[in-house]
């Protein structure tokens, strides 16, 4: 395929109609008579040797091949979007951007609220939008990741992508304050005994990963999709959950539950941020980058001259840590 034969101005056009169903309103969108949208569609329809749209009725459908298209164009555009909009300089005081950031509820919490006050202050005009991450981050990390402009997620889970090192934290266990059964300790016996709440994405069950690293098979009663819910699901109940100590600080003060050192040596949780090759050379995200390895040294208060590397996409020098 020899893109300098192809009108891009069709991406538009296509992702448009896929997504209107509708070619006077697809016009109308992206501002082209119901004329010149009709001679894109078929335009479209010769390319790719499918009618892409077929009526029904009074109505249109897309042909399997247009369902198959509509994710792709719409990454298309973003992709070309972000392209377009990359930067020789950027001036963080002057500058009106957002920057889109997928994160978990513990990655939003903790580093985003902290990336957020200093952007405050240094850069009143850029916007941070924090979205949860779909379950295709694994499968399709390339394509989630040329679409945003970053992703906050332990190591771990993805690899193969230039990423910045941004704090580390230590897993600990929740119980009810009220729970008879569970004195100043917790035993790893107890661990295979009581029930659990868990944190649960189908691309990461830490609390699942790391038991069953030791050889328990944690019996769940309850499964959330956002880590700031354990707590209230073991407050009043026998249950255990596992939860990063950055966020049991907050738990105590929300629900009457205890925090407990786990009785085994858990992985640590060492959070990245991790994007898109293509936004390697944009100025405005180099900075974005550098700030968060700042950020990331104020929670952890080491490695900063390997962190600020990372983030700039260079080595550190010898021997410098």
Not at 33 to 61: C, I, V
Not at 201 to 225: C, F, K, N, T, W
Not at 272 to 289: E, G, K, N, T, Y
């Amino acid at each position: 395929m020899n893109l300098s034969r192809l009108d891009l101005n069709l991406v538009v056009a296509l992702r448009a109609l896929l997504e209107e169903r509708n070619v006077t309103r697809a016009g109308e969108r992206i501002g082209l008579s119901q004329p010149a949208m009709s001679a894109a569609l078929a335009r479209l329809r010769r390319h790719f040797d499918d009618e892409l749209l077929a009526r029904t009725g009074n109505a249109y459908e897309l042909t399997p091949l247009g369902v198959a298209l509509r994710d792709r164009s719409a990454t298309a555009c973003d992709l070309l979007e972000r392209v377009f909009a990359s930067q020789a300089d950027f001036d963080p005081a002057a500058e009106t951007r957002e920057f889109t950031l997928l994160a978990s509820d513990y990655g939003a919490a903790v580093f985003g609220a902290a990336l957020a006050r200093a952007l405050h202050q240094e850069a009143p005009g850029i916007r941070l939008t924090f979205q949860h991450p779909a379950p295709s981050v694994v499968e399709n990390t390339a394509t989630v990741l040329s679409t945003v402009d970053g992703l906050l997620m332990p190591h771990g889970v993805i690899d193969g992508f230039p990423n910045v090192d941004l704090h580390q934290d230590r897993w600990l266990c929740l119980v009810a304050d009220d729970n008879p059964e569970i004195g100043d300790t917790l035993t790893l016996d107890q661990l295979g005994r009581l029930p659990w709440a868990v944190y649960q994405r189908p691309y990461d069950a830490p609390a699942a990963r790391q038991l069953s690293m030791i050889g328990i098979s944690p019996r769940v009663e309850v499964s959330v999709q956002t880590f700031q819910l354990l707590p209230h699901m073991v407050e009043g109940t026998r249950r255990v959950a596992m939860i990063q100590e950055r966020l049991a600080r907050r738990a105590v003060r929300s629900a009457a539950v205890r925090v407990l050192p786990c009785p085994f040596e858990a992985v640590p949780v060492q959070e990245a941020m991790w994007w898109h090759p293509v936004h390697a050379q944009d100025a405005a995200h180099i900075w974005l980058r550098q700030k968060a390895a700042e950020v990331g040294l104020t929670l952890t208060g080491h490695g900063a001259a390997e962190a600020v590397s990372a983030a700039q996409g260079t080595e550190p020098a010898p021997g410098r840590f």
